[in-house]
């Protein structure tokens, strides 16, 4: 529902008018119900603060935030031997920016990878320079192995929390993130990664320019540490703890009122 509320734009733009038309139309019915509909929820979970504050923008309501689990155990450094090119994956969708890490690595001749499939592939593809490499869809252990041999991982889009630039920090590779969204909450600055705060090339090619910079400074071994706070096992205990305790809040709820 996100995009009935915050990524409305977003989600309209490239849209045939036959699409616009019939969104546009609906969409103010779509968000009664969807406001109606959570009036009728007696708890809230985020996956995130940023979706924690929106929750309470259009609903009103308070909620617990429990980051969403990394796998540790399968994403894990790789040996010594690494790469030379810039990592970005994920489904090829507009909103996702991939086309700004695109432009500005072929405009710097940087070799980058670019995993995924979606409705914007042909066109990145049309826009592209010699230095980067399309390759569709991978497996998880592919997706393994690019992470552990790029030399950074680049996400440019907006998400409610994205879990690709943990699974990168997992295996110990910093990541240059857009500045807004779960990224703020995954990401540490001049730590674990860098931010660029605007959503276009000159700002991203300021920020590869400052991580080529300060390359050498990352240290894979606190990046991972930083990822394993994020791990599984934290995740089954917060979201069990929560359990417990609306239960909890509930039998008491209900023995009260017998």
Wanted: hydrophobic share 35%; proline share 3%.
């Amino acid at each position: 529902m996100r995009y009935a509320w915050d990524f409305y734009q977003d989600y309209l733009e490239g849209r045939s008018n036959l699409v616009r038309c019939y969104i546009n139309r609906h969409m103010h019915h779509i968000r009664l119900w969807d406001r109606v509909a959570a009036d009728r929820v007696d708890y809230f979970i985020a996956n995130s603060i940023n979706v924690a504050g929106r929750i309470y923008k259009h609903y009103r309501r308070e909620s617990e935030v429990i980051y969403p689990p990394v796998n540790t155990d399968f994403f894990i450094p790789g040996s010594k031997m690494e790469g030379d090119y810039f990592l970005s994956a994920g489904r090829l969708v507009g909103y996702k920016r991939v086309d700004l890490v695109v432009k500005v690595c072929s405009r710097k001749g940087l070799k980058l990878m670019v995993a995924g499939d979606g409705e914007e592939y042909k066109r990145l593809k049309s826009i592209a320079g010699p230095t980067v490499e399309f390759l569709g869809r991978v497996s998880d252990d592919e997706l393994l192995k690019l992470y552990q041999n790029c030399r950074a991982f680049i996400f440019p889009g907006e998400e409610d929390f994205g879990i690709m630039p943990l699974e990168a920090q997992a295996c110990g590779k910093p990541v240059i993130a857009y500045g807004r969204g779960g990224a703020l909450e995954t990401v540490l600055q001049g730590r674990s990664g860098l931010f660029f705060y605007r959503q276009d090339e000159e700002s991203l090619a300021q920020a590869i320019d400052c991580f080529i910079k300060n390359e050498n400074g990352f240290d894979s071994g606190i990046i991972r540490k930083h990822a394993e706070g994020f791990g599984v096992d934290r995740f089954i205990n917060e979201f069990t703890n929560m359990i417990d305790k609306l239960y909890g809040d509930f039998t008491q709820r209900k023995n009260r009122n017998k």
